[in-house]
């Protein structure tokens, strides 16, 4: 199983995907009220849309540091890298997982983004190899890379 995608297809997926959200954040702009003389339910909803404004404010931002960042590079041809498809052992049996950003998920797969802890720990590594890192509850995981395709 492959989930690898060409740059230029990366590129295309991700600027489909900013265009998308730079809809959602425009409407939830537009459901911003203005006037907090409303009642408890107005106030409310004024907080759900500047709570989701905030949200996509930040992903926004992600994606177009990811953008213009571009491709990671490949790490000497076997060792993981974005685009990905990574099957990890835990301890409890192995389990599959695209390593890539959010926006990059197909194929129903969980997602190892490479900004996090787990994904700073995999990018490079190769089949069989094992990696440590530090959870954010401060808990120390070790994980066995089983395959990388």
Known sequence: MTASTTSS???DVL???LHELYAEREQARRELVSDSSGDAADRATNVDANVRFAMLQQRI????VELSVGELPRSGGSGVSVGDVVTVDFGDGPETFLYASVEQAVGGLEVITPGSPFGKALRGAASGSTVTYTTAARRSMTVTVVAVS
């Open 61 to 64: 931002a992600d994606l177009e």
């Open 9 to 11: 297809t990366r590129q």
């Open 15 to 17: 600027t489909a995907r």
